[in-house]
């Protein structure tokens, strides 16, 4: 078969595609932007489509496609029409879907269990039914809060246990919750590809772990060996812990308002019928956790929450910021000629971020994502997917990555971070008559007298860390 997948650099998105290609299908990746990382084994098997679902005279999906799996949503609300943006792509999708002879579609929402939905899950729901209302035979799967290396909630989970040996918790804690591990959900979304018993359905899916999230919490603390105390309060406001959740965690204001608010209902599933069907042995709670560290040990995460660009961004598309401004623009350019291998400066480059650091004054990029933080912003804590690989798309503490090209020797990075303007930083190597040149180049672009007061405040750090900066990556120093 010929699979489209929508979605294609999302947590969930990334994780299909080589399980399709080990059963065999060809795919047909639908993107905003960039390309995901394929195997060479696999790249004659999988086309790439760009497009924004916004856009419908972007969009050309090829005929030939037999089945779709439709991954595209927001976590967040930082939109507030991402009720009306989210029902718009969703019919976008099914009238471009029109033109192929595609016969199903997959989707995957979030565990509905209480009639007064949050609008997050309100969104999901309204989409599933536009969905499962159109010509095409629907098959829908339900997960709750979903565990694996890079999702939302394991590492929301893992700041808080990592970082505070006690914690004073809201009610909602109590709830109950039934996870499911990343990789489960995964098995039944691509074995229910062209299966006729699934068509028109939607399943509950979790594992057999029924916790609250406080249980969830002290498994956590269990499994790495962490003594960890949580006092349950009955006053504490919804908003107070969406912004504690926000300092506290990798996860930004937004995000964390969306889990807050589906948490303070039960998430469990209402049925189990997917098993009579497809049989499937879910991981335990436990096991979802160990198998999530192995990955990051073995530095193998393959998708995060934060790599998808949010279809209810305000910004706009990424595309929109691939060409990087040069009038109504302030640029701080730093070059420095180098007579080493280039391909070990890209090296240094293309490791930047994360855990290595920005090689010079790296306090001052984590005091920066704090204060970003603090006024809910994404802050720096999403790090990086890998701590080698970058491609475009890809999150980068809190920077977004445009370009990541090797062979040209540039890596452009877009500002994420809250900011009076927008906000560039590009890397690229040129040879040159006598050795080899590294450009530094950041760009801003001021939205008003703001914009430009807060270029100028920040013109003694500039000084200072991007001299530093471009001189650690040539000669391969750290602080």
């Not at 498994?219 to 003594?227: I, Q, S």
């Not at 192995?294 to 530095?299: C, D, F, L, V, Y």
């Not at 090296?347 to 290595?356: A, E, T, V």
């Amino acid at each position: 078969m010929k699979v489209l997948v929508t979605g294609a650099n999302g947590f969930i998105g990334k994780r299909i595609i080589p399980s399709l290609l080990k059963q065999g299908h060809d795919l047909c990746l639908f993107l905003r932007i960039g390309e995901v990382d394929i195997p060479p084994l696999y790249k004659s098997k999988v086309q790439f489509v760009h497009g924004d679902l916004l856009d419908p005279s972007s969009i050309h999906f090829p005929e030939d496609i037999d089945a779709a799996f439709y991954l595209v949503h927001s976590m967040t609300e930082k939109n507030k029409d991402f009720y009306e943006l989210e029902e718009k792509t969703a019919l976008n999708f099914l009238d471009a879907l029109k033109r192929t002879k595609a016969k199903q579609i997959i989707y995957l929402s979030g565990l509905i269990t209480d009639k007064e939905l949050s609008k997050h899950l309100s969104s999901r729901l309204n989409v599933e039914n536009i969905l499962k209302n159109s010509s095409f035979h629907f098959t829908g799967f339900r997960a709750g809060i979903i565990i694996g290396a890079g999702s939302a909630s394991f590492e929301m989970i893992r700041d808080l246990v990592e970082k505070l040996p006690f914690m004073i918790a809201p009610r909602w804690v109590l709830n109950k919750v039934q996870p499911i591990a990343s990789t489960d959900v995964v098995y039944y979304m691509t074995h229910a590809l062209g299966l006729e018993s699934t068509y028109g359905k939607t399943f509950d899916i979790g594992s057999e772990d029924i916790l609250t999230f406080k249980e969830m919490l002290e498994t956590y603390a269990k499994v790495r060996h962490l003594k960890r105390k949580i006092f349950v309060i009955p006053f504490f406001y919804p908003h107070l812990s969406v912004w504690w959740l926000n300092l506290v965690t990798s996860v930004n204001y937004h995000l964390a308002k969306a889990l807050v608010q589906s948490l303070k209902n039960n998430a469990i599933c209402s049925e189990n019928s997917i098993k009579s069907i497809i049989e499937r042995n879910c991981l335990s709670y436990e096991k979802s956790l160990n198998r999530a560290f192995n990955k990051i040990e073995e530095n193998d995460v393959v998708s995060t929450w934060s790599d998808a660009w949010d279809p209810s961004n305000s910004q706009g598309d990424l595309e929109d910021f691939m060409q990087v401004p040069t009038f109504g623009t302030y640029c701080w350019l730093e070059t420095k000629s180098f007579h080493q291998d280039p391909s070990i400066v890209m090296d240094r480059i293309f490791s930047i971020g994360g855990q290595k650091g920005w090689y010079f004054m790296t306090w001052i990029w984590k005091l920066r994502g704090f204060l970003d933080k603090l006024f809910g912003g994404v802050g720096g804590g999403r790090g990086r997917r890998n701590e080698k690989k970058v491609l475009p798309g890809d999150a980068l503490d809190f920077w977004r990555v445009l370009i990541a090209d090797r062979q040209k020797m540039r890596l452009l990075l877009y500002a994420e971070m809250k900011l009076p303007g927008e906000g560039w930083l590009e890397f690229r190597i040129e040879k040159q008559k006598t050795g080899w040149v590294l450009y530094q180049k950041a760009t801003f672009r001021p939205h008003g007298i703001w914009g430009r007061i807060y270029w100028l405040s920040m013109f003694p750090f500039h000084c200072v860390l991007f001299k530093g900066m471009i001189k650690k990556l040539t000669e391969g120093e750290k602080s």
